[in-house]
C-alpha cells in the first residue's frame, strides 16, 4: 500500500485551536498516530468555517475560546452545514458548567486542556467510532441533573444564562476585568460590561464585586 492510500485510511482531523504551543503539541500527537492525521489547523472562527469545508474532516477538536465568533454557535452550524463532522470539545472551561451546554450545541465529547494525552487519544478515537466521550465526574452530573425533579436554587440563575454569558462570567469569576475579557473575545468593552450587567439581573446580585 503505497503512502497516499494509507493516508487516505486515517482518520482526518482539523484542530482548532488558538494558542500555538498547544495547537502544534496536539497536532504532533495526532499525526504521530498510524490511524489519524491532522489535514489542518485554525486559530479564528473564520479560518475554521473555510478549513472545515476544504478539507472535509471526519472530526474538528476546537477551543470554546476564539477570535472571530462564538465557538458554541459555530458547533451549531457544523451541525447544520457538516452532519457528518464530529465535534470534540479542548476546553480550559469548568466542563460541569460547559460540557452540557457544548453537547446541546452538537458536540459529541468535552475534555479539558489538562487532560494527559493518552486520554486525548481515547476521547478522539471514541468519538470517531460515533460515540459520546465525558468525563465521569460529567456524566454522574448530566444522570444526577436528568433525575432531578427540578434543577437545584443556586444552579437556577445560573441556566438562564447565554452561552456568552457564561464565558464571561466564568472569566469574571477567575478574576479576568472587563477589559481583559473584551480583549479574550475581540468585542469591545461596552459590550462585556452589558453582559456583565445582565448577568447581574439574571444572578440577582447588586453590584459587580459579587460577580466574582
Not at 482539523?14 to 500527537?29: A, F, K, N, T, W
Not at 472530526?59 to 454557535?73: E, H, N, Y
Not at 493518552?118 to 441533573?145: I, N
Amino acid at each position: 500500500m503505497n503512502p497516499q492510500e494509507q493516508s487516505q485510511k486515517k482518520s482526518r482531523i482539523v484542530i482548532i485551536e488558538d494558542h500555538p504551543v498547544l495547537c502544534s503539541g496536539l497536532r504532533q500527537l495526532v499525526d504521530n498516530q498510524p490511524d489519524l492525521a491532522c489535514v489542518g489547523v485554525a486559530d479564528n472562527i473564520s479560518d475554521a468555517k473555510r478549513l472545515v469545508a476544504e478539507c472535509k474532516p471526519n472530526l474538528t477538536v476546537l477551543d470554546l475560546r476564539l477570535k472571530g465568533g462564538d465557538a458554541l454557535d459555530f458547533i451549531k452550524t457544523l451541525r447544520v452545514e457538516h452532519p457528518e463532522v464530529k465535534v470534540l470539545v479542548l476546553s480550559q472551561y469548568d466542563e460541569l458548567i460547559f460540557a452540557e451546554r457544548a453537547l446541546r450545541a452538537g458536540a459529541s465529547g468535552y475534555i479539558m486542556k489538562e487532560n494527559a494525552t493518552d486520554e486525548v487519544l481515547r476521547a478522539l478515537r471514541k468519538v470517531l467510532t460515533g460515540d459520546l466521550y465525558f468525563s465521569e465526574r460529567v456524566a454522574a452530573a448530566v444522570v444526577q441533573r436528568m433525575l432531578r425533579e427540578k434543577p437545584i436554587a443556586p444552579r437556577d440563575g445560573v441556566e438562564r444564562l447565554s452561552d456568552r454569558e457564561m464565558q464571561v462570567f466564568q472569566l469574571l469569576g477567575a478574576s479576568y476585568s472587563p477589559r481583559e475579557i473584551a480583549e479574550q473575545f475581540h468585542l469591545s468593552r461596552k459590550t462585556i460590561e452589558t453582559h456583565c450587567e445582565k448577568i447581574k439581573h439574571k444572578l440577582n446580585l447588586h453590584n459587580a464585586a459579587e460577580l466574582k
